[in-house]
């Protein structure tokens, strides 16, 4: 079963960046459409970002364009999620999550994989 593994969250002011991780074992990540979610306390899930499988194409939610950049390293078995100029509402739990059934991606959570989540706290 794939198992995917988030890391690179943190503590960071607003207007600083992170870059968040989401490492794949077992299986080749390149196959699956990989898309980033992200929870606040009280609020529902929310897609943030995709990328599909094959032509890399790529989709942001209305919030993020802009800021934040989704991209693969196959070589690494790796999708990363760049977040740049980051607020105080970037703030939550990011999971990524997986899928190789997918025709291009999609955020809406319908995704068979999930990783655990990282926290991305903002705050000055």
């Known amino acids: 079963q794939l198992q995917l593994v988030e890391s690179g969250g943190g503590l960071v002011q607003p207007g600083g960046s992170l870059r968040l991780s989401c490492v794949a074992s077992?299986?080749?990540?390149?196959?699956?459409?990989i898309a980033w979610f992200r929870q606040a306390p009280g609020k529902e899930r929310e897609g943030v970002s995709c990328i599909s499988s094959g032509d890399g194409r790529t989709y942001y939610t209305d919030s993020v364009k802009g800021r934040f950049t989704i991209s693969r390293d196959n070589a690494k078995n790796t999708v990363y999620l760049q977040m740049n100029n980051l607020k105080p509402e970037d703030t939550a739990v990011y999971y990524c999550?997986?899928?190789?059934?997918?025709?291009?991606?999609?955020?809406?959570?319908?995704?068979?994989?999930w990783g655990q989540g990282t926290q991305v706290t903002v705050s000055s």
């Open positions: 077992r299986f080749t990540l390149a196959r699956y459409a």
């Open positions: 999550a997986a899928d190789d059934a997918l025709v291009g991606c999609t955020v809406v959570p319908v995704y068979d994989y």
